[in-house]
């Protein structure tokens, strides 16, 4: 339905509302907001703070869970470990997994991988006696599930 502005003003005027709402100075908002920190700041490229899980590693950590109970880890934990690389230059796999037979192993969960993330994985493996595993969600349209890569 479309109204011409005299018949806006006729409705309003027989219902008894006002024929303009008060206009609102927004300009200068009493509470502005706070210039973000730097950590806020790195959120906004994405990033969650250290010790924070995304979805993917909420998914995997559920996983971990259901191996915990049949058995067949004994113990994980969430950035529980980081390793240097070089001076500077420090890789924390996303999970720390101990088997049933007590072997540590390390475990990265990636939605996508980037070059850096690779590289660093990969030096780490040829640097520390721990078994690397990279786990990638499949689609639900490729029947779900993980696809896992060890380095």
């Given amino acids: 339905m479309r109204w011409s502005e005299q018949q806006l003003a006729d409705y309003l005027e027989k219902t008894g509302a006002p024929a303009?709402?008060?206009?609102?100075?927004v300009s200068d908002p009493p509470f502005a907001a706070p210039p973000p920190t730097a950590k806020e700041a790195l959120q906004?490229?994405?990033?969650?703070?250290t010790g924070t899980m995304n979805k993917t590693e909420r998914s995997y950590a559920g996983r971990?869970?259901?191996?915990?109970?049949?058995?067949?880890?004994?113990?994980?934990g969430f950035e529980a470990i980081k390793l240097r690389l070089a001076d500077n230059t420090f890789y924390t796999p996303d999970f720390a997994v101990m088997a049933a037979?007590?072997?540590?192993?390390?475990?990265e969960v990636k939605g996508f991988w980037t070059d850096d993330a690779r590289v660093k994985i990969k030096v780490a493996a040829d640097k520390f006696p721990f078994r690397f595993i990279a786990?990638?969600?499949r689609t639900q349209?490729?029947?779900?599930?993980?696809?896992?890569?060890?380095f």
Avoid: F, N
Wanted: net charge negative; no cysteine; aromatic share 8%.
């Fill in 44 to 49: 906004a490229l994405g990033r969650l703070p």
């Fill in 101 to 107: 037979d007590g072997v540590i192993e390390l475990h």
């Fill in 141 to 150: 349209k490729s029947g779900g599930g993980w696809e896992v890569e060890e």
């Fill in 64 to 76: 971990l869970d259901q191996m915990k109970y049949a058995g067949k880890i004994l113990w994980y």
């Fill in 135 to 137: 786990m990638k969600p």
């Fill in 20 to 25: 303009s709402t008060p206009k609102v100075d």
